[in-house]
C-alpha cells in the first residue's frame, strides 16, 4: 500500500474514532443530566409534600381457607387538619382525653393522626382504613411468631417467611404545600395504602375453627402443647403450645420461669407408654403378633427387678390387651422375642431422633434415639420397649407413627404451611413423599388394638361422646423432682373416627400435677367439639 493510500485509511479510522468518543461523551453528559433532574425532582416532590404515615405493611398470614390470621382486624384512622370544620366534626365523634390530645397537637398548624369509630365525610378530615397485624388474641401464636418495631419477622412463621410478608411500603396521607411550605387548603391528601401487599403474604395448613377448639381445651394444661392434623396428610390444622404469651407485651415473657415462647409442640420429651404403639407395629410386622405373657407385677432382667404399673399383675395378656392395659411386663417380654433390630428400625422408619422442617425454616427437635447397640443390653432393650430411657420426642415426631396407623401404614413428615401468595396466585408449597413403614393390615390391627385402649384398657377418659376413637395414654417419669414428687410428663396420641380416622391428635402436658383435666380427656373433648361441627 502507498503512503497515500495508508494517510487516508488512517484518516478515515481516526475520522470514525473520534465520532465515536463524541458520541459516548455526549451519552454520558446526558444520563448525568437525566439523574440529577431525576434526584432534584425527588426532592422538589418531598419538599412540596407534608408526609403523614400512619403505618408499615406487611403480608398476611392466613389459614388453609384464606382466613386472615394475622391483619385480621382494622381500625379507621382520620387525618384530621386544623380547620374549624374539622375541629367541630371530631369532636363529635372522640371525648375525653382522646379528643384532648388531638386538639391540642393540631395546635400545632399541622394534621394530625387519630383512631375514629367510624368514617367521617368532613372537608379537613380524610380516613383510611388499616389493618392491624397482630394483636394480645392472635392464633397460634408460637407457629406464627410475631415481628419487631421495624415490623421484621422474629420467630415462627413471621421469621421464616420474612422475605415475602416484609414490605417497605407504608399507609400514609400525603399533603400537598405550596410554594411557602405551607399545606394547601381544601386540598384532600392522597392516601396510599397498597392493599397488593396485606392481600399476599402465606397460607398455612391451619384451620381457625381447629385452632380455636384446641388453645380453648388446651387451657387445661399449665404447659404442654396440642397438635391437630390431618390422618392422611398429616398437614397440621392446630397447633398450641401452653403457656401462651402476647406478641403485643414480649418484655413481659422474656426470660420467664415458665418459658411462654417456647414453642413445646416443636421440643422433644420423654415419651412414655405412647411408644408402645411402635413396638406393637413392629411386632405384628415380624409376624410375632400372637405373643402372649402371664404378667404377675414384675418380673427379673439381669439382676435388677422390673415392676408393672399394676403391682399385683395383669394376668395373661396379649398385644391387644397388653396395649389396651399398658402392661410393661408384657411389653419387656414382647420386645425380647422380636428382638431389638425389629423395634430399632421400625423406629428409625417413622423418623424418631431425626430434626425436620415443618415449613421453610421451622424444624421440630431430633430428639433422641438410643444408639442401637445399646440395645444389645436387655436392660436398655426394656425401658425403650415403654418409651423411657434415652428415648426423647416431640409432639411433632408422635404424628409420624399415629398418622401411619390411622391411615394405611404409610406417613408424610408433617407440614404447616400450604404456599405463598403474591398477586392473587398460589404458589404450593413442595409436595411431601410419604414412607412406608408397615403394611395397611398391620396399621388396620393396630387401629383395632388402639380402639380397645378406650374401650376397655386405660384410656377410657379419651372416650368421646359423639364418634368412636382409637389411641394410646401415656405417664412419663422425667428422673426430675419437685417437693419431693418425682415430675411425671401426660401423654395421649390418638385419632378418629376409629375405623376411618380424619384427624390425628397429640395431647402433651409438661407437668400431669398442673393440668385441670388429664391428656386423654382434652382429646375427648376435642373429639368432640370437632365432630359436633
Known amino acids: 500500500m502507498s503512503d497515500t493510500g495508508f494517510g487516508a485509511v488512517f484518516a478515515k479510522r481516526a475520522a470514525i474514532s473520534f465520532f465515536i468518543c463524541v458520541v459516548l461523551f455526549f451519552s454520558c453528559i446526558l444520563r448525568v443530566a437525566v439523574s440529577a433532574l431525576t434526584d432534584y425532582s425527588a426532592v422538589l416532590n418531598r419538599q412540596s409534600s407534608y408526609r403523614l404515615t400512619v403505618g408499615k405493611l406487611r403480608g398476611t398470614i392466613y389459614d388453609r381457607n384464606m382466613v386472615p390470621l394475622t391483619n385480621a382486624e382494622s381500625k379507621i384512622i382520620a387525618a384530621v387538619s386544623p380547620t374549624p370544620r374539622a375541629v367541630t366534626a371530631i369532636s363529635g365523634v372522640l371525648y375525653g382525653d382522646e379528643l384532648q390530645g388531638v386538639l391540642e397537637k393540631l395546635k400545632g398548624g399541622k394534621p394530625v393522626l387519630c383512631e375514629v369509630p367510624q368514617e367521617i365525610d ?18 397460634a401464636i408460637h407457629l406464627l411468631g410475631y415481628t419487631d418495631s421495624d415490623f421484621r419477622g422474629m420467630a415462627g412463621i413471621e421469621k421464616a417467611y420474612d422475605g415475602i410478608l416484609y414490605s417497605e411500603k407504608e399507609a400514609a396521607f400525603v399533603y400537598t ?176 431422633g431425626k430434626s425436620f422442617d415443618i415449613c421453610e425454616g421451622i424444624a421440630s427437635a431430633a430428639g433422641s434415639l438410643p444408639q442401637r447397640e445399646s440395645l444389645d443390653n436387655i436392660a436398655y432393650l426394656a425401658n425403650f420397649s415403654i418409651g423411657q430411657g434415652e428415648l426423647l420426642l416431640s409432639p411433632a415426631a408422635m404424628l409420624t407413627l399415629y398418622c401411619a396407623a390411622a391411615y394405611d401404614g404409610s406417613y408424610a413428615l408433617p407440614t404447616a ?117
Open 177 to 352: 404545600k405550596d410554594g411557602k411550605g405551607d399545606i394547601l387548603a381544601g386540598v384532600k391528601p392522597a392516601a396510599e395504602n397498597d392493599s397488593a401487599v396485606t392481600a399476599g403474604g402465606v397460607v398455612t395448613t391451619l384451620d381457625i375453627n381447629l385452632q380455636t377448639a384446641a388453645e380453648k381445651e388446651a387451657e387445661a394444661i399449665e404447659a404442654g402443647a396440642v397438635i391437630i392434623a390431618d390422618s392422611k396428610t398429616a398437614e397440621i390444622r392446630a397447633m398450641v403450645s401452653r403457656p401462651d404469651f402476647d406478641c403485643t407485651n414480649l418484655t413481659e415473657y422474656l426470660g420467664a420461669d415458665n418459658s411462654p415462647l417456647l414453642n413445646r409442640a416443636l421440643a422433644a420429651f420423654n415419651v412414655g407408654s405412647v411408644f408402645k404403639a411402635c413396638v406393637a407395629a413392629a411386632g405384628i410386622e415380624a409376624g410375632k403378633g400372637s405373643f402372649s405373657y402371664n404378667c404377675t407385677g414384675s418380673c427379673k432382667i439381669i439382676d435388677r427387678t422390673f415392676k408393672c404399673h399394676k403391682r399385683s399383675g395383669h394376668g395373661l395378656m396379649t398385644l391387644r390387651s397388653g396395649l389396651a392395659n399398658s402392661c410393661n411386663t408384657f411389653f419387656y417380654n414382647f420386645a425380647f422375642n422380636i428382638g431389638a433390630d425389629a423395634i430399632f428400625n421400625m423406629a428409625s422408619s417413622l423418623n424418631f
Open 417 to 533: 404451611v400450604a404456599g405463598t401468595l403474591a398477586g392473587g396466585k398460589l404458589t404450593p408449597a413442595a409436595e411431601r413423599g410419604r414412607t412406608r413403614v408397615m403394611t395397611a393390615e398391620t396399621a388396620k390391627k393396630l387401629r383395632e388394638y388402639l380402639s380397645a385402649v378406650i374401650t376397655e384398657g386405660t384410656g377410657k377418659a379419651a372416650a368421646p361422646k359423639t364418634v368412636s376413637a382409637a389411641g394410646k395414654t401415656a405417664t412419663a417419669q422425667t428422673g426430675r423432682y419437685e417437693n419431693g414428687k418425682e415430675i411425671c410428663e401426660g401423654w395421649f396420641c390418638g385419632f378418629f373416627p376409629a375405623e376411618e380416622p380424619q384427624y390425628t391428635v397429640i395431647v402433651f402436658s409438661e407437668n400431669t400435677e398442673k393440668q385441670t383435666k388429664s391428656c386423654a380427656e382434652i382429646f375427648a373433648a376435642i373429639a368432640d367439639r370437632l365432630s359436633e361441627k
Open 122 to 139: 368532613c372537608d379537613g378530615i380524610a380516613c383510611m382504613r388499616v389493618y392491624t397485624h397482630n394483636s394480645a388474641d392472635t392464633p
